[in-house]
Nanobody
Framework: QVQLVESGGGLVQAGGSLRLSCAASGRTFSTYAMGWFRQAPGKEREFVAAITWNGGSTYYANSLKGRFTISRDNAKNTAYLQMNSLKPEDTAVYYC???????????????????WGQGTQVTVSS
């Protein structure tokens, strides 16, 4: 069983930055691919970014490339999402997810991930 706990969300003005963290339980975090997704009210869950087990490769939603950066620190069992130049349309609940089988895969499909955090709210004011 893997537990994921997100933190770092909050209220920020447009143009500002936030860094989300996702702390994972267990000793095999370094073997997982990790992903970030978001869900705005009334919308489907949307892929944000993914990273392979060793951080060697990353993948972003086209619309977010250049503003968001995914990273991980396997020594701390933590994945991160750095969000810059935030816009009101970035307002959503942000979730991290772990893909325990195939840590070298970068997947945009939520169904490929085995474990999810509870989410952290990000609100960007105009």
């Amino acid at each position: 069983q893997v537990q994921l706990v997100e933190s770092g969300g909050g209220l920020v003005q447009a143009g500002g930055s936030l860094r989300l963290s996702c702390a994972a339980s267990g000793r095999t975090f370094s073997t997982y691919a990790m992903g970030w997704f978001r869900q705005a009210p009334g919308k489907e869950r949307e892929f944000v970014a993914a990273i392979t087990w060793n951080g060697g490769s990353t993948y972003y939603a086209n619309s977010l490339k250049g503003r968001f950066t995914i990273s991980r620190d396997n020594a701390k069992n933590t994945a991160y999402l750095q969000m810059n130049s935030l816009k009101p349309e970035d307002t959503a609940v942000y979730y991290c997810a772990a893909r325990t089988g195939g840590g070298y895969y970068l997947d945009a499909s939520p169904g490929r991930y085995d474990y999810w955090g509870q989410g952290t709210q990000v609100t960007v004011s105009s």
